[in-house]
């Protein structure tokens, strides 16, 4: 799930300032993460940094869609730039 670096950084950051929002979720869920003392506001910081992620993924991937594809194309026609110098 998490690496030994994401949860120390995890906890690093628990540290940091921390600024109040209002959270509106389905009463099953909400119900169901206080009978299992699930943290929401750890929870929540979890899954926003984790759509973040994917955001800027997506957002890089289709900034660069042109450029990815000359390189691609490139390396079809070429073969890969560096490759007599692999030694696998």
Known sequence: MFSNMEMRMGNALENRARKSTNVTLPPDVLDRAKELGINLSRASERGVREEIQETEARRWAD?????????TAMVERDGLPLAKYRTF
């Open 63 to 71: 900034d660069n869609a042109e450029l990815v594809a000359a390189y």
